[in-house]
């Protein structure tokens, strides 16, 4: 069983950065891939990005592709989201995810998720 806990949101202004992090409480942790997802008020959760064990290959959606840099250490059993140039529309809770399938981008596919940790970008 993996524990994923979230930290790092807040209340920031448009054009700020922020980093998530997302630690792991199990060893395995080095062979999931590493997803990141978002909640925004009255919309369905949206894959943000993955990043594979190896820290290899990532993926992001097209939205977030030059702002956003996702990462991990292995040794710390921690994946990270660098969120530069935030826009109000980004405004949502994050969440990170483990699963042990690669190019995962939907949520159906992710077993053990954490508890969210919420961004809110003002204009």
């Known amino acids: 069983q993996v524990q994923l806990v979230e930290s790092g949101g807040g209340l920031v202004q448009a054009g700020d950065s922020v980093r998530l992090s997302c630690a792991a409480s199990?060893?395995?942790?080095?062979?999931?891939?590493m997803g990141w997802f978002r909640q925004a008020p009255g919309k369905e959760r949206e894959f943000v990005a993955y990043?594979?064990?190896?820290?290899?290959?990532?993926y992001y959606v097209e939205s977030v592709k030059g702002r956003f840099t996702i990462s991990r250490d292995n040794a710390k059993n921690t994946a990270y989201l660098q969120m530069d140039n935030l826009k109000p529309e980004d405004t949502a809770v994050y969440y990170c995810a483990a699963t042990r399938l690669l190019r995962a981008t939907t949520s159906d596919v992710y077993d053990y998720w954490g508890q969210g940790t919420q961004v809110t970008v003002t204009s």
């Open positions: 199990e060893r395995t942790f080095s062979r999931q891939t």
């Open positions: 990043i594979s064990w190896s820290g290899g290959v990532r």
